[in-house]
């Protein structure tokens, strides 16, 4: 399954909807993580908040290849895509493994992932996207990805972008 997160509503047209969920994280109640640990020992793999993320986490999870939209703030996710990324913290497990020499948790039935991150943003520095490059990096085990890009645009071009990237999908 392909998933599009988006954090601002967007107009998705494809040909085979099937196939295609698109989330818009701006419409749910998705409340912060509050670092229980819930989701990890008294419920293990669901949060014990009991939200909108609880619909989100288990399709990013078994979705093969995602689509992140978010807007960039000091080189980072805006707060909408942070909170969810936060909140999607039952995929995993507590537990940790050693993968290419670091410490990562272990994934609980999660697909691996091809991850495209459309970053935007007006006037977005080149520090500011090689701090968000250096995020993504970094995140990118504990979230699964085999493999990942990232495309910088503007909140103008955004719709333009995030089209052309899903009718890549649909060849």
Request: hydrophobic fraction near 35%; glycine fraction near 4%.
């Amino acid at each position: 399954m392909n998933l599009i997160l988006s954090d601002c509503p967007l107009s998705i047209q494809t040909q085979d909807s099937q196939n295609v969920k698109y989330i818009d994280l701006s419409a749910l109640e998705i409340k912060n993580c509050v670092g229980c640990f819930g989701c990890w020992t008294k419920t293990p793999g669901k949060c014990v908040i009991r939200d909108d993320a609880t619909i989100v986490y288990p399709e990013i999870a078994k979705s093969d290849t995602v689509l992140y939209i978010s807007h960039i703030k000091y080189g980072g996710y805006d707060t909408i895509m942070k909170t969810m990324l936060e909140r999607a913290i039952p995929i995993q497990q507590a537990f940790i493994r050693i993968l290419d020499g670091e410490t990562h948790h272990v994934q609980r039935d999660v697909k691996p992932k091809k991850a495209t991150i459309i970053a935007y943003g007006e006037n977005l520095s080149q520090e500011e996207k090689a701090i968000f490059e250096q995020l993504v990096a970094r995140n990118a085990h504990n979230m699964n990805f085999v493999q990942y890009r990232i495309l910088f645009t503007t909140k103008q071009e955004l719709q333009t972008v995030v089209e052309n990237e899903v009718k890549q999908w649909e060849k």
